[in-house]
């Protein structure tokens, strides 16, 4: 009742010359359009033939699949498999399309190289002292697959990595675009479907795009529809952070959640790492993140974004923002840009605290405050960071009175409104004048 399969172009050679000799094989075919080298040899024919247990070498190379086996194998009904394992592939897509399996081609792992000790039974494999590579992410560790009548294929196990590549891991389990005409607000997330994983990642290094993280613990999961990584902790830039970047096929919680908290964190240190610029408060503070989208990561854009963010420091520095000659230029300029405050120390503060919603490529600030010795600067506004422009209204002002004191500091200057326009990096300032 199977679907019949074709093989042509076969040539090759058998020799077996005595039935208690070795049996040898080698034979190329063509097999669903692909040429496969099929190499074996065992020194016990007749227990193979008879469905017992007996040696076995085999290996298969083909472009889209490579195989090869030491060990012993039983190819009766309750097949066994037991012995050293070697497993390479460009692109597991390809080999799963060539080979007819029901997940869906264009939507599994990419490159894939490993070796291990492997004992398999008929719905399940077992890889120990496992070498693996996976879209140049290389790791060891322990490995459970499991084919299951009612459900996706199942992979199970741990992972230790020296370096990791967590964009690019990603990467190998779910339909990320290449380029960016790829890129749509419908695509199909059948893998959802298709695969099953639940995998423990541990590594001593790894980088999100530019952000570099150290002694990562983290969880990589795809069931019943949904796919999340959880980082449960590592270290970045002096500090501590988790986070979670959820995806889901449907449902109220349908498309992606990101969620990301950091601790004790160095800004500076990470402002600089992704590329950030501008007059950005630095410091060691803390960030927590929350943003939704209702479509997958690669085809979300800044406006589908939903969500909030809260950022607070302590004691830090906005570099190249003078204030004694920002107020210099307030009494004098209609309007004027950083870049005119000419060379100074920037602006010290003791606190400063960010609490934003963010929703439809906009970003409306309900908290912006950064807290001087003497002064301090408010904000309120919003940011279309969708189009990387301003629209802030903001007062330089007398700082709050200090923990037990009930009046300002003497000699606090009156307070100075303005409006901060233009774009990112490069706000003008326009003075509010009586």
């Known amino acids: 009742g199977a679907e019949a ?29 692909e040429q496969v080298t099929l190499a074996g040899s065992t020194s016990a024919p007749l227990l193979l033939l008879g469905r017992r247990t007996a040696p076995l070498d085999l290996k298969i190379t083909s472009v889209p699949l490579n195989i090869d086996f030491a060990g012993s194998a039983s190819l009766g009904t309750d097949f066994f498999l037991s012995g050293a394992l070697k497993l390479a592939s460009v692109s597991v897509r390809r080999a799963l399309e060539w080979s007819g399996t029901d997940i869906k081609p264009g939507e599994a792992l990419g490159a894939l190289e490993l070796s291990a ?6 719905t399940k494999a077992k890889l120990d002292d496992l070498i693996i590579m996976i879209d140049r992410n290389r790791g060891i560790g322990v490995l459970d697959v499991a084919l299951r009548e009612d459900a996706p ?12 590549d967590i964009a690019s891991f990603l990467q190998a389990f779910t339909p990320l675009p290449t380029t960016g005409t790829d890129i749509a607000s419908t695509i199909d ?11 423990r990642l541990s590594a001593q290094s790894a980088s999100f795009g530019p952000v570099v993280l150290s002694n990562l613990a983290a969880a990589a ?3 019943q529809g949904r796919a999340n990584f959880d980082v449960g902790d590592a270290t970045a830039y002096g500090g501590s952070l988790i986070g979670r970047i959820a995806l889901s096929e449907q449902g109220v919680e349908g498309g992606v959640r990101v969620r990301l908290s950091a601790r004790k964190m160095n800004f500076d240190g990470l402002f600089d790492a992704i590329g950030m610029t501008g007059p950005l408060p630095r410091g060691n503070g803390s960030l927590d993140l929350e943003v939704t989208s209702p479509y997958p990561t690669w085809a979300t854009a800044l406006s589908d974004l939903t969500g909030k963010i ?19 230029l307030s009494g004098t300029e209609r309007f ?11 602006f010290s503060f003791k606190s400063a605290r960010f609490q934003a919603t963010i929703a439809e490529g906009e970003a409306n600030l309900t908290t912006a405050e950064l807290i001087g010795a003497q002064q301090m600067i408010s904000l309120s506004g919003v940011i279309p960071y969708s189009r990387s422009s301003l629209a802030i209204a903001g007062v330089l002002g007398p700082a709050p009175p200090a923990d037990g004191e009930t009046k300002r500091p003497d000699g606090a200057p009156e307070a100075l ?6 774009s990112w990096p490069r706000p003008v300032i326009s003075p509010v004048t009586p």
């Open 336 to 346: 004027f840009d950083l870049d005119e405050l000419g060379e100074g120390t920037g």
């Open 117 to 122: 000790k492997v004992t398999a039974e008929k």
């Open 417 to 422: 409104r303005f409006f901060i326009g233009g």
């Open 5 to 33: 399969e074709k093989l042509t172009a076969i040539n090759g050679t058998v020799a077996w010359t005595a039935p208690t000799a070795v049996a040898r094989a080698n034979i190329t075919a063509i097999f669903r359009g």
């Open 221 to 223: 999961r795809v069931e």
């Open 153 to 164: 294929p199942l992979i199970t196990g741990t992972l230790a990595f020296s370096s990791l």
């Open 189 to 199: 997330t059948r893998f959802l479907r298709e695969l099953g994983l639940d995998l």
């Open 310 to 328: 809260d950022l607070a420091l302590g004691a830090g520095i906005v570099p190249g923002l003078n204030i004694a000659k920002f107020r210099e």
